[in-house]
């Protein structure tokens, strides 16, 4: 398993922390803990997991194994943001997931992902002219007003 | 209410997005200028060519609902009752664009004020309760921005985007138009960096129940509330992380509105006092 983060279309912008990931085309957001960021940042195709979590713990101090890099693999392989084939997710496999987590939990070192897809914002989309995508809040779709709406196929008549 | 033969225009501009608006009822030009077109527009010449087609059409035989609003680009024809609604929907529709088109400004479904040279940015949805506690921090002496859109440039300052404030008393849909001098107000002029921003829920007859994001969970709920399209991803990505970058974020329930003026006045002077002796 070499880990292959992808960059194309991805805008990167550290917040503190934590580091904010957007896919340009499609406006989903991503926000990316230390630990998280630090996996997709050494993920260049090259490395396994343990090669990662050992970069982790000698360039940044922080504790990290290469089942704390594997649970962070899944997340961004989940959310586009890296090539990477999984192995199957057999019943033991999800029974070491947990107890991976619980250990990097007790030492601070959980890889989290919060996502915002456009999709699932509270925004309602809806299609201009362009043949673009416009993601708005939902509370701004005109509904002050109780209104009837249809589509029209001629120019300008009311 | 007089449908004149001749169609009349307004070609106007404003934050970088021109657009037309026609209708044929005379008397309706000074409603359009007051509350359907966003602060700040400016009249372009005629001759100019503009991103949006709208128009406000009265028809002598429309049955119950006699206007129609019209987005030619998109093809969509609204029917509404009177012309209040017609001018309400006319101003979503306008915003909406302008949130989209609007090269250089992330639009963010959010009120905000001015508190001694610091904004206190309110996003939520509609019926959250923006415009109430907008009200609430005017009537103690805040400067007011807006009490919808609070409008980013890419550095994260929040712009003046003072459309009258609406106000909607319980179960309705459409608000009260109000001048923010009502609230003993005044107008902010010039773009404020955040001091605070919060994602408040009102609830009747609860408290003040709050949490504090980090700054990535409050640059998502930020861009949660705004229109992000693609053609400016960078921007809303830089403005939502510069915005809340010195900010303190804050997410929970608000019960009464006056107290939570209190608690956010409170909120934002100890936090730039907290910032001055950092700085000394």
């Keep these: 398993m070499q880990p292959q983060k992808i960059e194309e279309g991805i805008i990167v912008r550290p917040l503190g922390a934590e580091t904010l990931l957007m896919h340009e085309p499609t406006c989903n957001v991503h926000c990316l803990n230390q630990m998280a960021y630090l996996v997709y940042l050494y993920s260049d195709g090259a490395r396994t997991p343990a090669e990662i979590a050992e970069r982790i713990v000698q360039e940044n101090g922080l504790p990290c194994t290469a089942d704390a890099v594997e649970i962070a693999i899944e997340q961004l392989v989940e959310r586009s943001l890296m090539h990477c084939p999984l192995p199957e997710l057999t019943p033991e496999r999800q029974l070491r997931r947990r107890e991976v987590l619980q250990q990097l939990a007790a030492m601070m070192a959980v890889p989290v992902i919060l996502s915002l897809s456009a999709g699932r914002s509270s925004a309602a989309c809806f299609t201009t002219n362009e043949h673009d995508t416009f993601f708005y809040p939902e509370a701004s779709v005109p509904r002050s007003v109780n209104f009837f709406v249809e589509t029209f196929d001629l120019t300008c008549e009311p | 209410m007089n449908a004149d033969d001749t169609v ?53 035989d429309g049955g119950e609902r006699p206007y129609r609003v019209i987005e030619h680009q998109r093809r969509r024809r609204y029917s509404v009752r009177n012309q209040d609604e017609a001018l309400a929907l006319l101003e979503d529709l306008i915003e909406q664009f302008q949130a989209y088109r609007s090269p250089n400004r992330l639009f963010v479904h959010a009120g905000a004020v001015g508190w001694n040279g610091r904004a206190i940015v309110l996003p939520g949805d509609s019926f959250a309760g923006k415009s109430t506690l907008v009200a609430a921090l ?69 408290t003040w129940q709050v949490s504090e994001l980090s700054p990535g969970e409050g640059a998502m709920e930020f861009l949660r509330h705004a229109g992000r399209p693609s053609f400016k991803a960078a921007l809303c990505l830089h403005a939502a992380s510069s915005a809340v970058s010195h900010a303190q974020i804050l997410s929970g329930v608000r019960g009464d509105a006056d107290q939570a003026a209190d608690r956010l006045i409170e909120l934002v002077e100890s936090r730039a006092t907290s910032l001055f002796r950092k700085a000394v």
């Design chain 2, 8 to 60: 009349q225009e307004l070609r106007v501009q404003a934050f970088g997005v021109s657009f037309a608006v026609r209708f044929n009822i005379p008397e309706m030009r000074a409603g359009i200028e007051r509350f359907a077109l966003p602060p700040g527009w400016e009249a372009v010449e005629p001759s100019t060519e503009v991103d949006r087609l709208f128009s406000i059409w009265f028809l002598q």
């Design chain 2, 138 to 206: 005017l009537k103690k002496g805040a400067g007011y921005l807006s009490d919808e859109m609070a409008v980013l440039d890419s550095e994260g300052l929040v712009h003046p985007f003072p459309r009258q404030l609406s106000i909607r008393e319980e179960g309705a849909l459409l608000g009260r138009r109000c001048r923010v001098e009502e609230f003993g107000g005044v107008t902010e002029h010039h773009p404020l960096p955040i001091g605070i921003v919060a994602f408040l829920q009102y609830e009747r007859g609860n």
